[in-house]
């Protein structure tokens, strides 16, 4: 962290807005890579109508994020662009609606009502390697990155909504997220002309939304007409109301919060899990400790939440993980009134950009940052600033969902480690791919070879949370 001149009025960056535009347009992470190690922790950058400020020092997160986060709220034209997907869900929306809506479902990921979700989660992932098996036969690769998707979809939408989406809508729907996933990215990154104007890329970001509206509609109308009390995060919306005016959440507000979990609870942890299982591939001894570890403490039952806390290996393989490839790998946040960073005025209506990806590589905090190494994570060396790993965010707006991604990847990777070995049909990197979650370059393909002694699929009792 440099020392600045008190006051100043801005930050130092590049001018010209075609010239960032452009260089943020082509690889918006080497873009900010760059300007940190030219200009440091806090820079600025002409990318939309008002400069974007960069800040790439856990302080100055911390300033935002904690200390100072009533002024930095929702808001700027990057989150305004944002919202032709999500609307205002829990992610996009700004106070006092954030505040009314995190009251509203904090409940329903309280770790009690977490507690029964680790059964279902387990089955659903026992399904999977059920099918595996058929392809395992056959020898062909899989695509790991689709599997994870497919995985993580069904997880959530049995966990938040108890609905079970059918293949063809899983389908559908991933297809369609996809596409608004990369043509929103892409629009962020280059924000003309207006989606108004139907382009064939903002033309098919406008009919892959139709996808996503039709399959979250469906849901909801399926729950309206079901009169029984579903224990699910939907029902629960639908029954939640304000206390002072006693309004509901419409139709369209529940889309939004629909949206938004689905699009949290499974699209950021397959893409985690798809670069999990690239880098064990790359690193066989990591692989191998994993292994040890699974058959040791769960010694070929099925895991169980009670078993989380003892498959602190696993714990540490996620966590390095998302140091290197966090899925919400850029923020933004906008300044409601004057404020000072690192000794830079920020003026109000500013918006407040920080990459993730490149805090978690910031060296003042992390040793051979570009290492993929577990053991950074194990609890005698974990002691960086706590602003320095901030994979789900920090503050009030922590993500709600963490501790049940948590779970489910912990999960995934015990069963699967218990019944196969994944063996990279390519050795090659894959470079990050930054939309607007942090996703692979290009398929992660394995085949399936088989352990011997494959634990049976009978249901394991349900043990407290721990």
Same mark, same amino acid.
């Given at each position: 962290?440099?020392?600045?001149?008190?006051?100043?009025?801005?930050?130092?960056?590049?001018?010209?807005?075609?010239?960032?535009?452009?260089?943020?347009?082509?690889?918006?992470?080497?873009?900010?890579?760059?300007?940190?190690?030219?200009?440091?922790?806090?820079?600025?950058?002409?990318?939309?109508?008002?400069?974007?400020?960069?800040?790439?020092?856990?302080?100055?997160?911390?300033?935002?994020?904690?200390?100072?986060?009533?002024?930095?709220?929702?808001?700027?034209?990057?989150?305004?662009?944002?919202?032709?997907?999500?609307?205002?869900?829990?992610?996009?929306?700004?106070?006092?609606?954030?505040?009314?809506?995190?009251?509203?479902?904090?409940?329903?990921?309280?770790?009690?009502?977490?507690?029964?979700?680790?059964?279902?989660?387990?089955?659903?992932?026992?399904?999977?390697?059920?099918?595996?098996?058929?392809?395992?036969?056959?020898?062909?690769?899989?695509?790991?990155?689709?599997?994870?998707?497919?995985?993580?979809?069904?997880?959530?939408?049995?966990?938040?909504?108890?609905?079970?989406?059918?293949?063809?809508?899983?389908?559908?729907?991933?297809?369609?997220?996809?596409?608004?996933?990369?043509?929103?990215?892409?629009?962020?990154?280059?924000?003309?002309?207006?989606?108004?104007?139907?382009?064939?890329?903002?033309?098919?970001?406008?009919?892959?939304?139709?996808?996503?509206?039709?399959?979250?509609?469906?849901?909801?109308?399926?729950?309206?007409?079901?009169?029984?009390?579903?224990?699910?995060?939907?029902?629960?919306?639908?029954?939640?109301?304000?206390?002072?005016?006693?309004?509901?959440?419409?139709?369209?507000?529940?889309?939004?919060?629909?949206?938004?979990?689905?699009?949290?609870?499974?699209?950021?942890?397959?893409?985690?899990?798809?670069?999990?299982?690239?880098?064990?591939?790359?690193?066989?001894?990591?692989?191998?400790?994993?292994?040890?570890?699974?058959?040791?403490?769960?010694?070929?039952?099925?895991?169980?939440?009670?078993?989380?806390?003892?498959?602190?290996?696993?714990?540490?393989?996620?966590?390095?993980?998302?140091?290197? @490839?966090?899925?919400?790998?850029?923020?933004?946040?906008?300044?409601?009134?004057?404020?000072?960073?690192?000794?830079?005025?920020?003026?109000?209506?500013?918006?407040?950009?920080?990459?993730?990806?490149?805090?978690?590589?910031?060296?003042?905090?992390?040793?051979?940052?570009?290492?993929?190494?577990?053991?950074?994570?194990?609890?005698?060396?974990?002691?960086?600033?706590?602003?320095?790993?901030?994979?789900?965010?920090?503050?009030?707006?922590?993500?709600?969902?963490?501790?049940?991604?948590?779970?489910?990847?912990?999960?995934?990777?015990?069963?699967?480690?218990?019944? @196969?070995?994944?063996?990279?049909?390519?050795?090659?990197?894959?470079?990050?791919?930054?939309?607007?979650?942090?996703?692979?370059?290009?398929?992660?393909?394995?085949?399936?070879?088989?352990?011997?002694?494959?634990?049976?699929?009978?249901?394991?009792?349900?043990?407290?949370?721990?």
């Amino acid at each position: 962290m440099s020392d600045r001149t008190p006051g100043a009025s801005r930050p130092p960056g590049p001018r010209g807005f075609l010239r960032s535009t452009l260089g943020f347009q082509r690889s918006p992470l080497d873009l900010v890579g760059r300007l940190l190690s030219e200009y440091g922790d806090v820079c600025s950058l002409d990318l939309y109508p008002v400069p974007l400020i960069v800040v790439n020092h856990p302080d100055y997160i911390d300033r935002v994020l904690k200390a100072r986060y009533h002024n930095y709220d929702r808001g700027g034209p990057v989150i305004t662009m944002a919202r032709n997907l999500f609307g205002d869900g829990l992610i996009m929306a700004s106070e006092p609606r954030w505040l009314f809506q995190r009251r509203m479902l904090q409940p329903a990921f309280h770790r009690k009502r977490v507690e029964p979700f680790g059964e279902l989660m387990t089955d659903t992932i026992a399904q999977m390697l059920d099918r595996w098996e058929q392809v395992r036969a056959t020898d062909r690769p899989i695509d790991i990155r689709s599997e994870m998707g497919g995985l993580t979809l069904r997880i959530v939408t049995r966990v938040l909504f108890a609905t079970d989406l059918d293949g063809a809508d899983v389908r559908r729907f991933l297809a369609a997220v996809v596409t608004a996933n990369r043509e929103l990215a892409a629009f962020i990154r280059f924000p003309f002309p207006p989606l108004s104007v139907r382009t064939p890329g903002h033309r098919r970001f406008h009919d892959a939304r139709t996808v996503v509206d039709d399959v979250t509609y469906a849901m909801i109308r399926s729950h309206r007409r079901d009169d029984s009390d579903r224990n699910s995060l939907l029902s629960m919306m639908m029954r939640a109301h304000d206390d002072v005016t006693g309004a509901r959440l419409d139709d369209r507000q529940l889309r939004d919060e629909v949206f938004t979990m689905l699009f949290a609870g499974h699209e950021t942890t397959a893409g985690t899990l798809a670069w999990l299982w690239h880098l064990v591939g790359r690193h066989p001894d990591v692989e191998l400790r994993l292994r040890e570890e699974v058959d040791r403490v769960l010694a070929g039952r099925r895991p169980t939440m009670a078993d989380l806390a003892r498959l602190s290996y696993t714990r540490q393989v996620i966590d390095e993980t998302l140091r290197l @490839y966090p899925p919400a790998w850029q923020s933004y946040r906008q300044a409601v009134s004057d404020d000072e960073i690192g000794g830079f005025r920020i003026r109000a209506g500013s918006t407040v950009f920080w990459s993730s990806y490149h805090l978690h590589r910031h060296r003042d905090y992390w040793d051979d940052p570009e290492r993929f190494d577990p053991d950074r994570f194990a609890a005698a060396s974990v002691g960086v600033h706590a602003s320095a790993y901030i994979p789900f965010g920090a503050g009030p707006r922590v993500c709600i969902g963490n501790r049940l991604a948590m779970a489910e990847m912990q999960f995934a990777i015990a069963m699967i480690l218990q019944r @196969y070995q994944l063996v990279p049909t390519e050795h090659a990197p894959i470079t990050p791919r930054p939309l607007l979650a942090l996703d692979v370059s290009r398929p992660v393909t394995v085949r399936l070879r088989p352990r011997a002694g494959q634990p049976s699929s009978t249901r394991a009792p349900m043990q407290n949370f721990e």
